[in-house]
């Protein structure tokens, strides 16, 4: 219908028209891509005001640290008999979290600084008891101390053993979740040890294994905002000032590499590691990709950890510089990042480390579903939207001559708790990430390709309407008519009414006569249908009157 009504000349200018939209619109459907990551640019780099700031400032989603305790059930036989030690695990004790960077610096080279206050909030209700519950554990302190006399001669070390014996110290101690998480416990110990480890960060004669960790920072980080370079992105050029620590032999394990865990530059489209670093483990952490995963529609990458991050550098050549003392595989020595204390860190439950680790403990049961690890990061964004990072805190027991409170123990790595630090995206927010990051695809394609495709009907009905308009032109009996008659008008011979004499009516019949004169011959010829084909003419009165 359109088609029929439309006239040849607005055809042309619909089918003009629309072909100049339509290379226009598919220009720029080809170039969008470019103009979208240009414009995502300045949303996913840490400065001032982006999109990845905010999120960055204060992790919007929902943030848990979760606690579980192994409680002992055979003291006496332990140690007085040198059974395996009886644990059983107790968690979790749950602790929501902030993470909030406040009053970040930003500097022209391209970094920004920040100090990152985190805050523990205890939640009964994700708990499987109270704070108050009372757990049976080694004696952190006392164990320190031991492994601090060691470099005592014997005569200290009987002292100190007097001294420790009518303070009450004993290996194996009772208290509740709240003493040994954030809240800290009074210890003699503690107490005096700032006089012979003036650097010890126990200032306040309490101890916890999580001392210091709730409502305070963790040093002073700077990182790339990633405005030069994507790639960049919340990458960590300084911790307190330095670019690598000083824990470990040489530099390879030292360097500072990889992100604060929470985002990270744009993901490549096939990803093999991700690197982050965390203070608890004195060093950086790489896990390796392993799948793509679906949130709530947003598709992110999978990263876990391997056996290779704990192996020995037997086993794993890069690592040699983290042994201290070369151990089967499965735990990372941090003596040196903690003052000198015996403590090692490991997977929950001794996962993914040599089976001799179990040989001595009853009650661990290690695997993937419950000790695992994993990373998801959004490609595009560079966002870590689901975190589970597990890890376990253990003590190393060994015999100190001259310490009586030593003597005879069973010697061995010993668990003491294990914590889950968790990350999870939720529906609402996957949403919202959704519509910030395709919600400008989806507009602009919706229109571009709406645009494109009425331009491609408009031209479809202009062709037809220009094919109608030239058959109408071929086949119309009026027009056939019209032109006939043009034809004819050509052909007339305009005889005038008058004869030379001015008579009208003698003009006329003498005309007349001469025509049938030329009939007549063309009879007798034989050739009137001739004559009449080679000329065919019309012989038109004119008026004399009408003259000029």
């Known amino acids: 219908m359109a088609a ?48 990845l700031t905010g999120i960055w400032k204060d992790i919007p989603l929902p943030l848990y640290e979760r606690l579980y305790f192994f409680n002992i059930t055979n003291e006496e036989d ?81 002292v100190v053993s007097a001294i420790l014996g009518i303070a009450g110290e004993h290996l194996i ?82 360097w500072i590499n990889g992100t604060s865990i929470e985002t990270g530059p744009p993901l490549p489209d096939n990803p093999e590691t991700y690197t982050f670093f965390q203070s608890i483990f004195c060093r950086s952490l790489t896990f390796n990709y392993t799948e793509d995963v679906n949130h709530y529609g947003v598709i992110v990458k999978r990263f876990k950890p391997t056996r290779k991050i704990f192996a020995n550098g037997t086993e794993n050549p890069e690592n040699a510089c983290f042994d201290i003392i070369e151990r089967p595989s499965g735990v990372s020595d941090i003596k040196n990042c903690q003052f000198g204390a015996p403590a090692l860190i490991s997977w929950p439950h001794f996962y993914m480390a040599d089976p001799s680790y179990l040989n001595n403990i009853n009650g661990l049961h290690p695997n993937e579903a419950n000790h695992g690890s994993h990373l998801d990061a959004d490609p595009i964004t560079g966002i870590s939207l689901d975190i589970q990072v597990r890890f376990q805190i253990n003590l190393e027991l060994s015999r ?88 004819n008008l050509s052909k007339k011979v305009i005889v005038p009414n008058y004869n ?12 007349r006569d001469e ?9 007798n010829s034989g050739s009137i249908n001739g004559a009449y084909e080679a000329e065919d003419v019309t012989v038109v009165p004119v008026d004399s009157t009408n003259r000029e």
């Open 515 to 523: 025509l049938k004169r030329k009939e007549a011959e063309a009879v």
């Open 78 to 158: 332990f140690l007085k008999h040198g059974a395996p030690l009886n644990v059983t695990e107790i968690g979790p004790y749950t602790y929501s979290a902030r993470w909030v960077k406040r009053y970040p610096e930003w500097h022209s080279n391209g970094t920004v600084s920040y100090r990152e206050t985190r805050t523990y909030h205890f939640e009964r209700g994700l708990s499987v008891g109270s704070q108050d519950d009372i757990i049976t554990t080694l004696n952190g302190p006392l164990i320190i101390a031991g492994e601090i006399l060691k470099k005592y001669n014997i005569v200290e070390r009987i």
């Open 173 to 254: 101690i009772q208290k509740s979740v709240r003493e040994l998480a954030y809240e800290g416990y009074p210890d003699t110990i503690i107490k005096v040890a700032p006089f012979f480890m003036p650097n010890i960060p126990y200032q306040d004669g309490l101890f916890s294994w999580l001392y210091g960790k709730n409502a305070t920072n963790d040093g002073l980080f700077t990182v790339f905002t990633g405005e030069n370079d994507p790639q960049m992105t919340n990458i960590i050029n300084r911790w307190n000032g330095e670019d690598k620590v000083t824990f470990w032999k040489d530099d390879s394990c030292n």
């Open 400 to 487: 100190v001559r001259g310490l009586v409170q030593f003597d005879d123990i069973p010697e061995g790595i010993f668990p003491i708790l294990w914590v889950g630090l968790e990350i999870h995206i939720t529906e609402d927010w996957a949403h919202f990430l959704k519509g910030q990051l395709n919600n400008p695809k989806i507009i602009a394609y919706s229109v571009l390709g709406g645009i494109v495709l009425i331009c491609l009907v408009l031209i479809i009905i202009s062709l037809l309407a220009l094919r109608r308009t030239s058959n109408d032109d071929e086949d119309d009996p009026l027009l056939d008519v019209k032109e006939e008659h043009k034809q």
């Open 500 to 511: 030379s004499s001015g008579s009208h009516r003698e003009g006329t019949s003498a005309a």
């Open 4 to 51: 029929k009504c439309m006239s040849r000349k607005a055809a042309k200018i619909v089918f003009w028209v629309a072909s100049a939209v339509l290379v226009v619109s598919v220009t720029v459907l080809l170039v969008f891509p470019s103009i979208y990551k240009n414009q995502l640019k300045d949303e996913i780099t840490l400065t001032d005001g982006s999109l």
